[in-house]
């Protein structure tokens, strides 16, 4: 008796609909690298006790990232026990981060329930992604990413659509030339009349000082920002 011969077609309705019931066996959920309670260390929070919610995996390799460990791994956790987790902490202040936290498509269903629960949420994001799908309760931390950091092609320019002046727009300069190509970005587009604007030294790469005289020097309209957390705990997890 002949053997039976796959139809290749019915095998993939069959994958299909596995996805699918994986897909809804996850409602409510997200997957976590990891939940930490600690100083934010950038933005306009800076210095303030946060939680951090890590969101698990990046479609973005930009060359100075430094939560490469979220690309890969994490544990799917429902709504309700990330809630659980960050009320230990009892700080109203929590950021949702990643990787690229708007990669998972339940994110801004969770920054909606961060929200209606009352905390003061802020979510940093690569500006690869539609900012429209995070709730403008929250403040949305874009990085606007540079020539240097490897992704400029992954802008999304029609963000700056969407921004409002609870919003802030970030820079990480890796060189010079990124450095003059951020400042084209905010002359030229206007961004410091949208919401604030923060330039950052990439961690090595840059002088912060040098940095700091070329702001002064073209009397940019900018904030100057250090990551406070690598300055007090160096490049370490869950700080």
């Known amino acids: 008796m002949p053997g039976r011969i796959s139809n290749p077609y019915n095998m993939s309705m069959s994958s299909q609909r596995k996805t699918e019931n994986m897909e809804k066996s996850r409602e409510g959920m997200l997957k976590i690298t990891e939940i930490f309670h600690s100083l934010q260390g950038e933005a306009l929070q800076a210095g303030l006790p946060t939680v951090f919610v890590r969101l698990t995996g990046c479609p973005l390799r930009c060359t100075y990232c430094d939560s490469e460990y979220a690309f890969f791994g994490g544990e799917w956790m429902h709504f309700g026990d990330i809630l659980a987790e960050i009320r230990k902490h009892g700080t109203p202040h929590v950021c949702v981060t990643g990787g690229e936290p ?3 498509k339940r994110c801004g269903e969770f920054l909606v329930q961060l929200c ?7 979510l ?4 690869a992604f539609d900012i429209g799908l995070a709730d403008r309760r929250v403040s949305r931390v874009m990085d606007l990413k540079t020539p240097d950091s490897g992704e400029e092609s992954k802008n ?3 963000n700056l659509d969407d921004l409002t002046p609870h919003d802030q727009v970030k820079f990480v300069i890796c060189s010079r030339k990124d450095y003059q190509w951020a400042r084209k970005q905010v002359q030229e587009r206007k961004l410091d009349s949208y919401c604030d604007v923060l330039f950052s030294p990439a961690w090595g790469q840059v002088d912060p000082k040098e940095l700091a005289e070329w702001i002064l020097e073209d009397h940019l ?10 300055l007090l705990w160096g490049d370490v997890p869950g700080k």
């Open 156 to 158: 999304l320019w029609s």
């Open 116 to 122: 209606d629960e009352g905390f003061d949420v802020s």
């Open 102 to 104: 708007l990669a998972q």
């Open 124 to 127: 940093e994001t690569s500006g």
């Open 221 to 230: 309209a900018v904030r100057f920002q250090l990551q406070l957390h690598k």
